[in-house]
Structure formats: C-alpha cells, structure tokens
C-alpha cells in the first residue's frame, strides 16, 4: 500500500464529510466563475463589455441568473414522459460530481491536526471511474430529449449518442499511452510517475487527441452539435425550465471542470512542477501543488472558451468524419508506435536507433498516403450562383406540378354585368344561383 493509499484509509469520517462538501462546493463554484468568464472573455474577443452591472464588475451576473431559475415557472410538456423528464437532469449531474472523487488536486497537507491527501480516494482503476462518468452522463442527456416528447430534442438526443460513441474511442485510446508508461490506472500513481517530466510531451499526439475529444465530449463549440440552437432551437433541454435547465446548465460546466481537472492529472503532471523543487522546498507541498493544478485546469477552461468565441460550428457529417476518419486512426497509430518505442528499448537498442526506426516508418507511410491515386473521379464543374444561401444539388431534379385547365362556366346573355364579372348566373326564380368553384 501506497503512503496515499495509506492516508486516505485513516481519514475519520469527519475528514470523509468535510471532503465530499469542499468537492461539491468547488464544482458549484468553479461553474459560477466560469460562466461569468465565458460571458466576459467572449465579449472582450467581440469589443463589447459583457457582464457589468451585478455585483463588482458584474462578477455576480451568474449567482443572480441561477437565483432568477429557482423562481421561474417549471413547465412540462403535456406529451412529456413525467418520472423520465424529471430524472434525466438528475441522471447527468451526479456522475459530473462523482468522477471529482478520484481526482488528485495536490499532495499531502495537515488539515486541523490530521495528515491527509488532497483527493477523495485513490483506486485502482481511477481513470476509469472518470470515462464511467463520462459515458453515464450522457444518459441524462438521451433521457431529456426522449422523454420531452418532441421532435427538436429527440434529434438533439440522438446526436449525443452519436457524439459519445464517436469521441469516446479516441477519448480512450489517447489514455493508453499514458496507462503504458505509468504502469497504472490509478490518477494518483501516474501523478506521480510524472516527477521527473510531463507526459504532454513525451506523448504529444496523446495529448493533442486527448483535447479534441474532451471538447467533443462535453458537447461544447464547436462540437456543440446536441445544443445547435440554429438547428434544433435550443437542443435537448428546449422543453426544460427553472431548476432542471439549471442543472443541465450545471453538468455541462461540471464536465468542463472535471475533464481539465483529467487532463491535467494526465498530462501535466497534476500540481507537480518538477523544476521548481529544486529551488525551494516550499514548492514540494500539498497546498502550493493544488494552487499549481488550479492554475493549470484553468488553462484548459479557457481554452474551451476561446475555441467558443473562435471557431464556428461543424456540420454533423464533418464532426463525425473528424472523431472516426481522424482521430481513431491516429490513436490506433500511435498506440502501435508506442509499443514499438517500448518493445525496441526493452530489447537493448538505444533511443536514437528507435526515434530514426519510427520516423522512417512514419515517412513511408506518409508517401504510401500521398501516393495513393484519388479514385473518386472528375471533379464537377460548380456554378456559381449569386446568393450566400446553400442551394440544393444540381442534379436534384424536383417534378414540375401538373396544370389544371380552369372549367368554363356559361354565364346567362341576360344577366347584369356586375353577375357576369362575379360569376354568377341568375336562376328562373330570379334568385342569384351559387358560384362554382374553379
């Protein structure tokens, strides 16, 4: 047993309590902070101020529009599945909060006179309990738009079904790479096999996919496919009001946090910064390690916010063609070239001898690509139209209605002008006789 493992089992159950409250605590907190940064960054990037009127600098907008849902009529669709439509909020905010639990936020600290570990608990099989959630999570979502009873959220659901099967296999296999060189499943172990450097660098693609994914997965711009307002109106949660819109709203940025929170334990090193040691002691300490993890998941949050205020919406087909044509392949890829790295070191060649092996495999490959001829045919000629709006395919060739003859009607010789221009005829009773319709 670990000296964290070690620790975490003698926490009392008042450390146990005082834990699950900070965590909860951090989540509601780090969402509130966050939407009122999304809303100010993305209005500096726009030249316009953003929230500036509740509270120092407007930094209580998101504290007054939380307190605004609580009082707001809850409406549910007639057609709405009630016990459904109420739990699927539910359903995609607890696993938001439980994956919090077996993230390392820093190291060992006293906390009133008991030594401890900044982190819930440490299992070994950490980095699974957190794509568990993940995959849970998404239920809440499918559940809302199913049971809503209407069209535009049953497509939104549908999408982010799609969307978790797709980036959660790229999502899964950029963390092998990570598993494979810190012998463990568990977050805390490969924090710490991380001492000496950083794995972002050392598994650099892992990294790079391991974005992209968590992007797509917390179904944000521009993967927001499941929430496409100029699509679906308002996505899965069109029909949700009050408390259970805020808890969507909750578990979205809840995931923002916990998968940063991942990344970060991933490929960062967790609080650790290994130079820094070295210059003082000071550096090595719990407290100092969970401001340094802080300040790294805070890259990663502005980065989901930057991409937001940056980078427009994909098409479906371009966002599916993206996670199964690009991101699998390249992990597939990497995970081959990583064994390939471990096997050849293990059998006593020198690490230069496999850098140039994979870059001459890498090159052939890469010309085996460019080589290939493109089967697909002769491009059509386009013609240009003058109008931004999209226009359907040229050889889309829509039927032309039949024409339907008018039927003449006989009007009486004898009848006033004003009958004849109406249509009118006059019967033999000298009553005006009823129009015929055309």
């Known amino acids: ?144 738009g199913w049971a809503s009873g209407s069209p535009y959220p049953l497509l939104a659901a549908l999408r982010s079904a799609a969307q978790v099967i797709s ?99 991933l490929f960062l090193g967790g609080g650790q910064i290994p130079w820094l040691p070295s210059l003082w002691d000071g550096f090595n300490s719990g407290w100092f390690q969970f401001l340094a993890f802080i300040i790294k998941m805070s890259i990663f949050l502005f980065l989901f916010i930057w991409l937001r205020g940056t980078l427009p919406r994909l098409r479906y087909d371009q966002f599916m063609r993206l996670g199964w044509k690009f991101l699998v392949p390249i992990s597939l890829l990497w995970i081959l070239t990583v064994f390939a790295i471990r096997a050849l070191r293990t059998s006593g060649y020198s690490l230069n001898a496999v850098l140039i092996l994979v870059g001459i495999v890498l090159a052939v490959l890469l010309v085996i690509a460019f080589l290939v001829p493109d089967r697909r045919g002769p491009v059509e000629q386009t013609v240009e139209v003058a109008s931004d709006y999209p226009v359907p395919p040229l050889d889309l060739r829509v039927p032309a209605p039949a024409r339907h003859k008018l039927r003449t009607r006989s009007v009486d010789a004898s009848a006033p002008p004003e009958a004849a221009l109406s249509g009118a005829s006059t019967s033999p009773s000298g009553n005006a006789g009823e129009n015929h319709d055309v």
């Open 1 to 144: 047993m670990t000296r964290t493992q070690q620790l975490l089992a003698d926490d009392p159950l008042w450390m146990i309590l005082l834990k699950v409250v900070v965590l909860f605590a951090i989540g509601v907190v780090l969402t509130l902070v966050m939407i009122n940064a999304e809303r100010k960054v993305v209005g500096r990037m726009q030249q316009r101020p953003g929230p500036n009127r509740v509270g120092p600098g407007g930094w209580l907008q998101s504290l007054a529009d939380g307190l605004k849902l609580a009082f707001k009529e809850d409406i549910m669709p007639v057609m709405a599945d009630k016990r459904v439509y109420f739990i699927a909020p539910v359903i995609s905010t607890i696993p938001a909060f439980v994956a919090f639990s077996v993230i390392p936020f820093g190291g060992e600290v006293t906390i009133f006179g008991e030594p401890t570990v900044l982190q819930l608990v440490d299992l070994p099989v950490g980095v699974l309990v957190v794509l568990a959630c993940s995959s849970v999570g998404v239920y809440g979502i499918v559940l809302g």
């Open 167 to 265: 980036y959660e296999i790229a999502l899964g296999l950029s963390i092998v790479g990570v598993v494979l060189y810190a012998g463990s499943l568990s977050t805390a172990d490969i924090v710490g096999s991380q001492s000496s450097g950083w794995y972002f660098m050392l598994l650099a693609p892992s990294f790079v996919v391991f974005v992209i994914s968590m992007v797509g997965e917390t179904n944000r711009a521009p993967f927001d496919l499941p929430e496409a307002e100029s699509e679906l109106v308002g996505g899965f949660h069109t029909e949700y009001s009050s408390l259970k819109f805020a808890l969507f709203f909750l578990a979205e940025y809840v995931n923002m946090v916990t998968v940063s929170a991942m990344a970060t334990t």
